[in-house]
């Protein structure tokens, strides 16, 4: 497999909701991709679709809600943004940048644009907090990775 496809399996990955870039950096490690390069297209594959959440994601709600086939997805959207608010809104803009960069299952930039969306944090201090957030979860997940992959390669 060519380098480019790998770094673009790797970029398509990160911008999935749910797996983002605490998938894509792991698979990138596996597929043999250099650290740096792995943790940029992770970075930014999983930003990308972040401006595009905040800005659009409270009409796509609406419009959801205003469907039978969608109400249902919309509703447990806010209900999830809901269950974290308060980890996010105690701290402002430095809470949703810890909400991001921690990498566990449920958080993430996807869920952060979401939260920061629904309860109308302004772009100039989401926009910054998420990224920050991304950032610092992508070395984790870069550290862990390549730790993992090196201790395999160490033993094989």
């Known amino acids: 497999m060519s380098e480019l496809l790998k770094h673009l399996y790797v970029f398509a990955l990160s911008m999935v909701p749910v797996i983002e870039l605490r998938g894509a950096i792991p698979l990138g490690a596996g597929l043999g991709l250099p650290i740096y390069t792995n943790y940029l297209v992770s970075v930014v594959g999983n930003f990308l679709p972040v401006p595009f959440i905040l800005l659009f994601i409270r009409h796509i709600l609406a419009w959801m809600k205003t469907t039978k086939r969608f109400a249902k997805i919309a509703l447990w959207l806010e209900e999830k943004a809901e269950k974290h608010s308060d980890k996010v809104l105690r701290y402002a803009t430095f809470g949703l940048f810890l909400f991001v960069a921690i990498p566990l299952p449920g958080t993430g930039a996807w869920t952060g644009a979401l ?4 309860f109308r944090m302004r ?7 998420i990224l920050l957030g991304v950032m610092a979860a992508g070395v984790i997940m870069a550290l862990a990775s390549y730790g993992v992959v090196g201790l395999f390669q160490f033993f094989l």
């Open 115 to 118: 939260v920061a969306a629904l």
């Open 123 to 129: 772009m100039k201090y989401a926009v910054p907090s």
